[in-house]
């Protein structure tokens, strides 16, 4: 069966530090990945999504990045955090028809910058 | 004009009783209809996809109103295990990307 990882659960950072946000896929390959946002009070935000290795969309331009260095991994990063940066980071993915099955999401990591 | 909305309440049910509520899109061309739940500080699960016909599973009931742009979601018979927030997601532009709404917070009152 398919399973998908993320890692750390919960993180705090200084202002002006560094990210880095993992996330892995087992059981599949070629999946569709994205990495979505969820401030507090607000909506799932899509940051990014990717159909294949070095294949990456950006929905909202940012101080975030996105890699996918391997088929099943995703990797979200920063150069220099940001307080705006804090919120709930989910891992999703997809494959086949969207419209049978939907998204599956990793467990996230909650952010907090300080 | 957001591409998907909700009221986020919260829906205080007692229970036993049932509670419903809409979510609207704005792309009249949208496609793959969903209803997620999300515990507390947990990520979204999949609840049920909504597809043109309606479709029901258990106490759960989701349909399609595509002349007025919204899907609903009713909740029979609301267990005090139903307390959640139900986010509804939409796919805008037929490319496997998901708009989210906020959210239906529903609580379950004995």
């Known amino acids: 069966s398919q399973t998908i990882h993320q890692w750390p659960a919960t993180l705090v950072q200084p202002v002006g530090s560094p990210l880095s946000l993992e996330c892995t896929v087992e059981?599949?390959?070629?999946?569709?990945l994205y990495w979505y946002r969820q401030a507090a009070g607000r909506g799932l935000q899509l940051l990014f999504y990717s159909i294949g290795i070095d294949q990456i969309s950006s929905e909202v331009p940012q101080n975030l990045s996105a890699s996918r260095p391997q088929d099943r991994q995703f990797i979200l990063s920063s150069k220099k955090l940001l307080l705006s940066d804090s919120g709930f980071y989910l891992c999703?993915?997809?494959?086949?028809?969207?419209?049978?099955?939907?998204?599956?999401f990793g467990s996230g990591t909650r952010l907090t910058v300080v | 004009r957001k591409e998907v909305e909700q009221d986020p309440g919260p829906f205080n049910v007692p229970e036993g009783a049932t509670v419903a509520f809409n979510c609207t899109y704005s792309n009249s061309a949208s496609q793959s209809f969903f209803w997620y739940r999300q515990d507390c500080r947990k990520e979204p699960k999949l609840l049920m996809s909504v597809y043109s016909s309606g479709n029901e599973d258990g106490r759960f009931t989701a349909q399609l109103n595509r002349a007025s742009q919204y899907i609903s979601l009713l909740i029979r018979d609301s267990k005090l295990s139903d307390s959640a927030t139900y986010l509804c997601?939409?796919?805008?532009?037929?490319?496997?990307?998901?708009?989210f709404g906020k959210g239906n917070q529903v609580v379950v009152i004995p």
């Open positions: 059981g599949t390959s070629n999946p569709n």
């Open positions: 997601a939409v796919n805008p532009y037929g490319n496997n990307r998901l708009a």
């Open positions: 999703a993915w997809n494959q086949g028809p969207l419209v049978n099955y939907g998204y599956t």
